[in-house]
């Protein structure tokens, strides 16, 4: 557990070097922003839909085979399951509001749209 976190904090700062390192004129910079919160808003998505996908998964597995085991609690398991499922869908939900936050909201926009011609 502790080589994921370190890979991955490995992985961030890399990325982060790589976007803050470029030297150029003002658009080829601008584009390669766009470009980069392009790749992290389908990146947020891609990971928040796998991991909600497999907990809905386990949710689902767990709440069958209680239902197995005591069919008399089929209708207090369903509810319970059926909430937490609204909760593990609200987080792929807010990782889509973030996504949508990066690829629409430019905070250099303003700075260097200006150079580019973007709108503001």
């Known amino acids: 557990m502790k080589k994921v976190g370190f890979f991955t904090t490995l992985l961030v ?4 070097c790589a976007a803050f390192a470029a030297d150029g004129d003002a ?25 909600c996908g497999i907990g809905q998964g386990i949710a689902v ?7 197995a085991r005591n069919p008399e609690t089929s209708g207090k398991v369903t509810v319970t399951m059926l909430i937490g499922l609204a909760m593990i869908e609200s987080l792929s939900i807010y990782a889509l509001v973030v996504a949508l936050i990066l690829i629409y909201a430019h905070p250099i926009s303003s700075s260097i749209g200006a150079f580019v011609g973007l709108p503001k």
């Open 13 to 16: 700062l890399g990325l982060s």
């Open 27 to 51: 658009k080829s910079s601008a584009v390669q922003f766009f470009s980069y919160a392009a790749l992290a808003a389908g990146l947020a998505i891609g990971i928040a839909a796998q991991g």
């Open 61 to 67: 597995r767990g709440a069958v085979e209680g239902i």
